[in-house]
């Protein structure tokens, strides 16, 4: 298994409420990649909201293959989006992209 570390962008369509904000946040927290070598080098916050109300989610992921990583990063930033009670209409995620690849060989 392999660690990536994986962006996925998105935009807050009515913005984000600042409770809401703190919620996806700490949805986000397991996957943070700053408890990867790369991510605590380059200080990858997992939610990053810019003033337009588009966003960004860096989330650490474990995986054996590209494709089931971008797909374990959207899962995971769908189900963290969720908990903060926002839906794929108040924040529609854009593809996934491999930003980084934290590995030991």
Known sequence: MTTYVITVPGTFTA?????????LSRALRPADPHHTRMGDAQD???LTVNEDDTFTIRLAVEADSVPH????ARRLADAALRAAGLDGSDAPLGPAVITGIDSEM
């Open 69 to 72: 990583a971008e797909e374990d």
């Open 15 to 23: 913005g984000i409420e600042d409770e809401a904000r703190t919620r």
């Open 44 to 46: 990858l916050d997992p």
